[in-house]
């Protein structure tokens, strides 16, 4: 079956960095996109960015752009999503989701909590 | 690019039909019949419950329906039941490349 089993929670301090990796199973890995999504406490969710899992092609939100990594590693089937120069605001449930190139995310991780104190 | 519109609430008693409405623009939903909807219950990860406007995936119960109309999208819930309380999020497919609602808060009465 799909599953899409993400890395552990992270507390980080604000001016740093957090890696969440997230790691597909049960399809070809290089066949889809993936997508990551984030939920602030209370609130909706928030649409990141895109990689495409074959060539590691990506597009960013514009709100993330300069701060925003998304990587994938065809050996491990892993993707990669790395948030520089966070703030209390980047405190959130961050989740990756699988896509078959025209927005329907059909399967979801479980979710990383970031959250960014001091 | 902004958010999808949607109701903050919508309630209803249980067997009763419901409608969640989605407004966009003519860039998003108004041009694309990539549309899909997302329950959410707390503590969980969101899952996809309509796609591409109108098509459930395997496994969502018949009473989720899903329709366009302009810029607007629309989800029914029929026959509501105890276990469809939660939030519910439309997306669609845009030049950008995705964006979401603001989701609602769905209440069985």
């Known amino acids: 079956q799909v599953l899409l089993v993400q890395s552990g929670a992270e507390v980080k301090k604000p001016g740093a960095s957090v890696k969440v990796s997230c790691k597909p199973s049960?399809?070809?890995?290089?066949?889809?996109?993936i997508h990551w999504v984030r939920q602030a406490p209370g609130q909706g969710l928030e649409w990141m960015g895109i990689?495409?899992?074959?060539?590691?092609?990506?597009i960013y939100a514009q709100k993330f752009q300069g701060r925003l990594t998304m990587t994938r590693d065809t050996s491990t089937s892993t993707v990669h999503m790395e948030l520089s120069s966070l703030r209390s605001e980047d405190t959130a449930v961050y989740y990756c989701?699988?896509?078959?190139?025209?927005?329907?995310?059909?399967?979801w991780g479980q979710g990383t909590l970031v959250t960014v104190s001091s | 690019q902004s958010a999808l519109t949607q109701p903050a609430s919508v309630s209803g008693s249980p067997g009763q039909s419901i409608t969640i409405s989605c407004s966009g623009t003519?860039?998003?939903?108004?041009?694309?019949?990539?549309v899909s909807w997302y329950q959410q219950h707390p503590g969980k990860a969101p899952k996809l419950m309509i796609y591409?406007?109108?098509n459930r995936p395997s496994g969502v119960s018949n009473r989720f329906s899903g329709s366009k109309s302009g810029n607007t999208a629309s989800l029914t819930i029929s026959g509501l039941q105890a276990e469809d309380e939660a939030d519910y999020y439309c997306?669609?497919?845009?030049?950008?490349?995705?964006?979401f609602g603001t989701g609602t808060k769905v209440t069985v009465l």
């Open positions: 003519s860039s998003d939903v108004g041009t694309y019949n990539y």
């Open positions: 997306s669609s497919y845009t030049s950008s490349p995705l964006v």
């Open positions: 990689i495409y899992c074959r060539d590691g092609s990506t």
């Open positions: 591409e406007v109108s």
């Open positions: 989701a699988r896509d078959q190139g025209v927005g329907d995310l059909d399967y």
């Open positions: 049960g399809y070809t890995f290089t066949n889809y996109y």
